[in-house]
Each structure stands twice: as structure tokens, then as C-alpha cells.
């Protein structure tokens, strides 16, 4: 016998699990249920193509035995089963469970983290919410040994050598004495219907009940061994839709979300032709808990011919999709292909291609509430797919939802157009750290002056990759408002003499000023605010910075422009000042707060606040 103990993650999982997590316990029947679907999903596979089991007479099974005498819970199937490094791997340590993740989202809402247990993989742990003792007896596919597992989920775990005929895996579920009602019939036949009825595999349960026999005096009780199947065990998406509720859809997600909240949509699509497949894809409504790591994992399984194939090839569905849980089912693919191959097969590419545009349509037809939904929780995914798929870019471009200068909410691309000059067909948008610094922005005062849109750019790491590459929409071209002139109520002619007429003054700004400033300019973008800068867009400097964002690394500083208000009172006064030292200080501070108003850190800022101090005490 080897005594294991649990990582520290894990332990805070078990605390968890048998002190906090009890408004759903029922779910460890769904998760343990799932678990050996799985396994007889990958057993199934090789039974099929592994010449080792080709001959071995098998059919697939789970099985539910109760006993109230003992109050225990017995769980098994005739799967791939486990070795020993699989249940350290799978029970004993973080490897694959997720368990770190999972511990550093939790919401201290019990209903909702009991949600996560699924998502983040850590579901055979779930049956400490209801066990006092556990077992796991199991024997891997095509080795001899068997491995008994054994925890009471306060810390430590016991590993042990046994025998057992059979390959799969058998969990033994010593239940706490205040959960009884795990070993009723009809709870089980309940939470299995609700969970797992399409599951597809017959899920066998085995019990004990009383029976009344004979007649009369002579009529007497006895207790009667009974065996029954209490799922369909057929595949969903092999039944055909006209057969299929809105109830069995949602009983099937609940099964492969591990979620009880409702998706936005589901598509149940098969087609015919060139290629024949099956898919049955369904949006949930809320993102997976792992959307935005590294690992992430595939929400979709890859089945031939009922066949499961493999449910870690990311291929399936293009990266930004990665949301969307499901099932491919082919009727062309060999049952035997190569895992590696999957990526570079021809029928695969096409079922791509072809789920991918019915996703996103679906997508485009949600109701304004479910569309809102969608958004609050995906749309920067919808902008990873606009920056890499060029194909199905329009659609994307429907989809994608923005912030607006003078809308509430976030406005599609389609609602920005009505309300937009058709016949400049020109785009406004502006990108910046965070709405509040967007929209007060002096870069916006000539829009909010002229009454002209400017979409909010706010999700800068993002947008500042995205949006220049976007192009258009529609024949309507995407304009930066911080490298484009704004529109002005002065003639050309006006504002050439004005910029004659104030080249001294902003000669003398720029040789004050010197390096910080590449230009200093007269603005005809700027109604009420003294000054503003831009960045110079033909500088290349300017034009990496979001690359250097990207890799972690400090952003070099790009040359900045200076525009100023030639209408503003303070610059009109500036103009006129005679004492250099005043004039020097309030130019560094008109500097410094036109980079403020933009968010950009300024460098200096106890001179900064030096030169405040010396110009509010020359004026008092």
C-alpha cells in the first residue's frame, strides 16, 4: 500500500467540497456518470481499430448499484479504465483537473461554483459532498495490473495493488449518514433523466426493493434483487429533429456543460452531399471558465459514425470559437484515422468551414436581449476572429458589437450606418484605455460640435491590433479620429491665416518644449479644451506599440504632436505673455495635461506639480 498525499490545491477542493459546496449535490451522479462515458467512449475506439481488442466481445456499459443496507452508492463501467499513473494524474494531483483554476475562480456563491465543478474538470471530486469514504477500483485496457484508490477526502489518499477481471472502473460511494436519499431508486432514475438520458450507453441500475407475494393469510414480503435501464442510451444528434423536445436539447447540454443554465442557441444540423456529417452545437450563455487560457480545451467531440474519435483537437472549430460545446458526428472519415492527420484532412476542413458560417448566423439571429448577452460575455472573441478569419469576416463584422459617443450601450456596426453620412461613408472611431478617458477625450469635441458618431473604442490591447486592420464594412471606411483632420467650421483659407498668423507662437512652444514634442500645431479639431496630443501615425514607433504590449514589454515612447486651441482664452493669453518663466511653465502644464486627458502617464510629476504651484501663486 502506497499513502499519497494531496496537493495543497486539491486539499482546499476537499475542504470545499465537504464543508461549502451543498446546493447541488446531486451532480456528482452527472459527473461520475459522464466520467464513465468517456471512458467507455475511448475503450469504444479502440475495440474498433486495435487489433489487441478487435476480437474481445464487448459492449458498453455504466452501471448504478444501491444499497440502503450498507447506505453506498456503487458506480462502474467496462471503459478504458486506469493505471496507477492515470489516477495520480487524474485524482491525485493538478495535472489535468484544473483544480487551481477552479479554486481561484470561486464566486463564494455555492449554487454557482457547484456549476464550475464540470467546466474545470474536477468532477470525480464532487462525490465528497455526499461520501464519507471512497473507493476506486479500476484496470487499464491491456495491462494486467488493477489499482485500487482510497480516500476519505481529508487529505490523504491510499494507492494499492488488487486484482480485478476485468478492464474499467468501479467506484465504491460510502455515503455521510445524512444522505440517504442517494440510494433511492427513484432520486438516481431522476437525476439520471435529468442529466444523462442521452448518454449512449445503456446506464444500468441495480436495487433492492419489497415485494408483496401470495394471497390472503399466506400474503408475505420480500425483498426482490431488480435491474433496470433508466437513460434512452442513443445519441441525440442520431435522432432525428422532428423526434426531439426543446426539454431533451437542454437535458443533453446539462450532460456535456456540466452547467444548469440554459444556452443562447442550439444547432442540430445534418448534412448530405458531398460530405455527410452531423453537428449539434450549442452557444452557452455563459463563457467557459477556461476561455481566455492557454490550455483551454475543446468544447466539441469528434465522432465517426457514432465512434467517438477524440475531444482535445482544437482544430475543430476555428480558436475563437472555442465557447462552443458540441459534437461533429462524420459518416466519410475512416474510423482509424490518425489523430495527427486531422488537422490536414480535406472532409474535416470542409465540416469546418460549413459549422463555422451556421454558428455564426445563429449568432446574428439572436433576439436584442440573448444578442446582449452574447456580447457582454464573447465579444472581444468576435474581434480575435475579425483580426484572423478573413473568410467569414462580414459575418463577424455583424456580429461584433462597440461603445458609442452618443448611443447607450453597445451599438452594432449595421445601427452605426443608419444613423452615419452615406455619403462620406466614413467609420469614426477612437481607441483609449477605458470609456471615461474616451469620451472625454478633446479629441471628440469637433464630433460632439458637428453632431458626428465616434465609436468607443475602450478595450485598448485588443482594439488597437483589430480595428485598423478591419478596413471597411460595407464600403465604409474605418478612420482613426486621432490621424485624420476633424471637421471644422473654418474654411481652408481661415485656417491658413491663422496658422501664419500664430507660427511665431508656435515656434516659441516648440522650442520650449524641445524633445517631448515632435510638432506643435494649430488645431482645428479642439472647441473647448486649450490644447491636445496626438501621436505622429506615420511614425513607426507608433504603429508597434500595441506589439510591444502584447509581448510584455514596456512601450517605447512614440513622438507626440501638440495641437492647440487657437480660440481658447488660456492660449490667447499665452500668446501674450511677456514673462518667459510663466510662459515656460504653463507650457510644460499644457503638455502635461493634454497627455493626462489621454491617459498617457506623464513623466515628471513633481515638476508637474512645481510648475501648478508657481503659476496658482503668480496669479493669486
Known sequence: MAKHTYQTEIGQLLHLMTHSLYSNKEIFVRELVSNASDALDKFNYFHLTDEKFKNEEWSGNVFITLDKDDNSITIGDNGIGMNQEDLMAHIGTIAKSGTKSFV????????????????????????????????????????????????????????????????????????????????????????????????????????????????????????????????????????????????????????????????????????????????????????????????????????????????????????????VKGVIDSSDLPLNVSRELLQENRILANIKQGSTKRILQAINKLDVEDSDKFTEQYNRLIKEGIYTDHVNKELLLDIVRYKSSSENGMISLESYLSRGNSEKKEIYYIIAQNEKIAKSSPLLEAYKKANIEVLIMDDMEVDEIVTPMIGAYKEWNFKDISTIESPSSKSEDEQKVINEEMKPFTDKLKDTLGDAIKEVKISSRLTDSPACVIKDSSDPMASMAHIFRQMGQEVPDAPLILEVNPDSDMIKKLQNTTDKDMFDDIAWVLLDSAKIAEGIEIEEKSEFAKRVARIASRTM
Open 104 to 323: 481561484e475562480n470561486l464566486t463564494g456563491d455555492a449554487k454557482k461554483d457547484s456549476n464550475l465543478i464540470g467546466q474545470f474538470g474536477v468532477g470525480f471530486y464532487s462525490v465528497f459532498m455526499v461520501a464519507s469514504s471512497v473507493e476506486v477500483i479500476t484496470k487499464k485496457a491491456g495491462e494486467e495490473q488493477a489499482y485500487k484508490f482510497t480516500s476519505d477526502g481529508s487529505g490523504e489518499f491510499d494507492i494499492t495493488p488488487v486484482t480485478k477481471e476485468s478492464h474499467g472502473t468501479v467506484i465504491y460511494i460510502k455515503l455521510k449518514d445524512d444522505e440517504k436519499e442517494f440510494v433511492s431508486p427513484w432520486r438516481i432514475k431522476e437525476i439520471v433523466k435529468k442529466y444523462s438520458n442521452h448518454i449512449a450507453y445503456p446506464i444500468t441500475l441495480n436495487f433492492k426493493e419489497e415485494e408483496s407475494v401470495g394471497d390472503g393469510d399466506d400474503k408475505k414480503t420480500q425483498i426482490v434483487g431488480k435491474s433496470e435501464q433508466i437513460n434512452v442510451a442513443k445519441a441525440l444528434w442520431s435522432i432525428n429533429k422532428s423526434q426531439l423536445t426543446k426539454e431533451d436539447y437542454l437535458e443533453f447540454y446539462s450532460g456535456i456543460s456540466h452547467s444548469d443554465s440554459e444556452p443562447l442557441a442550439y444547432l442540430h444540423n445534418r448534412a448530405e452531399g458531398a460530405n455527410e456529417y452531423t453537428t449539434l452545437f450549442y452557444i452557452p450563455s455563459v463563457a467557459p471558465a477556461d476561455i481566455y487560457r492557454a490550455e483551454w480545451e475543446s468544447g466539441v467531440k469528434l465522432y465517426v459514425k457514432r465512434v467517438f474519435i477524440t475531444d482535445s483537437d482544437k482544430e475543430l472549430l476555428p480558436a475563437y470559437l472555442r465557447f
